[in-house]
C-alpha cells in the first residue's frame, strides 16, 4: 500500500474505486478546454485519461493519517450497499474497503478521528455500515468531525434543497444522520487544529461547507484537500470547475489559493480523486501551475 511520510507522520492510501470518471471530460468540467488536453496527453495516459475511450480516469480513496496521537481517516468514499438513484459508479457497492484499511494497518476500533471535508455521497460512504437492517458508525471509537456549515445546509429536514442534489440525496439520511444520532459527531465551525501538527479550515466552493486539512510537521508540510481539486489538469487549468461545485466563483478562488499555498510553502498536496500516484507538489510558473507526481513507498 502506497505510504507517503511528512515528518514523523505517515499517511496511506486506502483505496475504494480507480477508473472512469461518472462523466465525460465536457461535462465532468462545463468549462473544458481540449487543447489543454491535448497539450498534457504524455502523462495524462493511462493514469489519468483514456485516450480510447476520451474519458478521464478518477480515482475514490481515502487517507489514513497516523501521528503518535492519532489514527485518522479523511474522507470516506461513497460506501457499500448504499443505495444511489442516478449516481451508478456508487450505487450499491460492494467493494473490500475495510479489508484495504486493515492491510493498511488500522481496523476500524483503532481510528479515532473520522473528518469529512464535505458531505458529498463519495466523501461519507464509510462514515456507516449497514447491520441488522441499520446504519451504525463503522468506527465505534471515532469522533466524526463534520463543518457545521455542511451539515446545516447538507440535512434535508433544514434544507428541502439538499434532497434533490443527486451528490447528496440519500448520503445525509443514511451516512451522516446515524454518525449524529449515535453522539460521534463534532461539528467544527472556523479552523480547528487537531494536535500540533493538523489544523483544519474552511475551504468553500465546491460546497458551501467545503473544508480542508492542512499539516505542518518539522517544517515538512501537506495538504488535503477534498473536492477542492478533482483532477491533475486543474492544476493547469485552475479556472475549470466540475459539474459538481455548488459555487462556482469561490470554487475557483479556493482552487487558486490552495495551489497558492503548495506551491509557497512546498506543501504535497493529497486530494481525493486524482489517479496514481495520486500525490502531487505544486510549482509556481508565471500566473499558473505545474506538477510533479511523488510515489508513495509501496508498505
Ligand atoms: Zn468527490
Keep these: 500500500m502506497a505510504t507517503w511520510n511528512i515528518g514523523s507522520i505517515s499517511i496511506t492510501r486506502v483505496g475504494e474505486l480507480l477508473g472512469f470518471s461518472s462523466l465525460p471530460p465536457e461535462k465532468y468540467f462545463p468549462g473544458f478546454e481540449r487543447e489543454v488536453l491535448e497539450r498534457h496527453l504524455d502523462w495524462l495516459v493511462p493514469n489519468h485519461y483514456s485516450r480510447e475511450h476520451d474519458w478521464l480516469i478518477t480515482s475514490v480513496h481515502s ?29 450499491q457497492l460492494n ?7 486493515r492491510e493498511a494497518g488500522a481496523a476500524p476500533e483503532e481510528i479515532d478521528i473520522v473528518l469529512c471535508t464535505h458531505l458529498h ?39 428541502p434543497e439538499a434532497d434533490c442534489d443527486l451528490q447528496r440525496s440519500n448520503a445525509y439520511r443514511d451516512s451522516v444522520l446515524p454518525v449524529i444520532e449515535a453522539g ?21 466552493g465546491h460546497t458551501r461547507g467545503h473544508i480542508m486539512l492542512k ?68 510549482a509556481k510558473v508565471g500566473d499558473s501551475f505545474s506538477l510533479r507526481f511523488v510515489d508513495g513507498r509501496d508498505v
Design 184 to 204: 460521534q459527531a463534532e461539528l467544527v465551525d472556523g479552523t480547528h487544529a487537531i494536535g500540533d501538527a493538523m489544523l483544519i479550515e474552511p475551504a468553500p
Design 63 to 91: 487517507w489514513l493519517i497516523r501521528t503518535e496521537r492519532h489514527t485518522i481517516l479523511l474522507d470516506c468514499c461513497a460506501g457499500n450497499h448504499k443505495s444511489r438513484p442516478g449516481f451508478a459508479r456508487f450505487n
Design 95 to 101: 467493494t473490500p474497503y475495510l479489508e484495504r484499511l
Design 215 to 282: 499539516l505542518d510537521e518539522r517544517g515538512e508540510k501537506a495538504v488535503f484537500c477534498g473536492d477542492a481539486i478533482h483532477h491533475p489538469l486543474q492544476v493547469y487549468a485552475a479556472h475549470w470547475n466540475s459539474a459538481f461545485c455548488e459555487l462556482p466563483k469561490e470554487a475557483r478562488a479556493t482552487r487558486r489559493r490552495m495551489l497558492e499555498h503548495c506551491a509557497e510553502h512546498r506543501a504535497l498536496l493529497f486530494p481525493i480523486h486524482f489517479g496514481a500516484p495520486h500525490v502531487a507538489a505544486i
Design 121 to 159: 455521497s463519495d466523501h461519507v460512504g464509510w462514515n456507516t455500515i449497514l447491520r441488522d437492517g441499520r446504519w451504525v458508525p463503522t468506527f465505534p471509537n471515532a469522533k466524526y468531525l463534520f463543518s457545521r456549515t455542511e451539515n446545516e445546509w447538507g440535512d434535508p429536514r433544514q434544507n
